[in-house]
Nanobody, 122 residues
Framework: VQPVESGGGLVQAGGSLRLTCAAS????MGWFRQAPGKEREFVSA????????RYADFVKGRFTVSRDNAKDTVYLQMNSLKPEDTAVYYC????????????????????WGQGTQVTVSS
């Protein structure tokens, strides 16, 4: 299932955005980001049930991942945004059905969205 992201945009430092990803309810989901000139990096992940999550250290306490399996939707709530959060954010679907553990490596994901741009101005 090809995930589809939405919710990106331009926000001032300290502001908030919520990204949405339409995807499958039976697979673990991940959020990654890529800034210009940098490699894609892990941001957050949630297991298939929504009961376990993982975060990169640089977003802990600011970002929250959640999912609503009844709507086949995953969310990334981003608060206290910083200019260094500026990147294209990608949603990805795990290779494994009903993953118990949130997965943090890009190679563990089979399907990727087109990305949504998040720009944080100082």
């Amino acid at each position: 299932v090809q995930p589809v992201e939405s919710g990106g945009g331009l926000v001032q430092a300290g502001g908030s955005l919520r990204l949405t990803c339409a995807a499958s309810s039976n697979y673990g989901m991940g959020w990654f980001r890529q800034a210009p000139g940098k490699e894609r990096e892990f941001v957050s992940a949630v297991n298939w049930s929504g009961g376990d999550t993982r975060y990169a250290d640089f977003v802990k306490g600011r970002f929250t991942v959640s999912r609503d399996n009844a709507k086949d939707t995953v969310y990334l709530q981003m608060n206290s945004l910083k200019p260094e959060d500026t990147a294209v954010y990608y949603c990805a679907v795990s290779r494994v059905y009903q993953t118990i553990w949130p997965e943090v490596m890009a190679s563990q994901y089979a399907y990727w969205g087109q990305g949504t741009q998040v720009t944080v101005s100082s």
